[in-house]
């Protein structure tokens, strides 16, 4: 017998599935700053960072709009629709480095439909990456040293460089 496929198992179009913007907005929860569990809704300035993506992003001195739970949600849903990806998220201590993986990686993955989870079911869990049997994977650290991140977000990049 055939397994049914995520999106029927959800009630959602296969073009649904297959749109990045609609699956950010739909599939996806996470926990405020209340900590009640949401659905994620993008800030118009998280949509104008969306619509304007560029191969170099540079988003300077903006706290508190939701960038880096954003780009950690776009980095999440690349690998988990996008085989062979590797995502890395680089931030400036190891306290935060462990908060995003668990806060906004692991915690996110762990929130999705089990129907979700069943497709893109891990390998491991490294406790600062996530490997994914479709050969992607993200992680979180304070160094970029070693393998070859297709996608990466430098947090607090201006604490880092004055860091050298």
């Known amino acids: ?40 809704v993008p800030r118009t300035e998280q949509k104008n960072l969306y619509d304007n993506l560029w191969h170099k992003n540079l988003i300077l001195k903006s706290r508190q709009l939701g960038f ?6 776009l980095y999440l849903d690349q690998v988990l629709w996008a085989p062979n990806q590797n995502a890395l998220i680089i931030a400036h201590t190891l306290d935060d480095a462990a908060k995003i993986f668990r806060n906004k990686i692991l915690g996110t993955y762990e929130r999705m439909p089990q129907a979700l989870k069943d497709m893109a ?15 992607s994977s993200i992680a979180v650290s304070v160094s970029g040293r070693g393998g070859t991140p297709q996608i990466l977000h430098v947090s607090k990049a201006g604490k880092l460089a004055r860091s050298f």
Not at 68 to 73: H, K, P, R, S, V
Request: glycine share 6%; proline share 11%; aromatic share 12%.
């Open 1 to 40: 017998m055939k397994p049914t496929p995520p999106h029927e198992i959800l009630g959602v179009t296969p073009e649904n599935f297959a749109d990045p913007w609609w699956r950010i907005q739909h599939l996806y929860r996470i926990v405020d700053d209340e900590g009640r569990e949401s659905p994620f």
């Open 68 to 73: 880096t739970t954003f780009t950690d949600l």
């Open 121 to 135: 079911p891990l390998r491991n869990d490294k406790g600062n990456e996530l490997v994914f049997k479709n050969g």
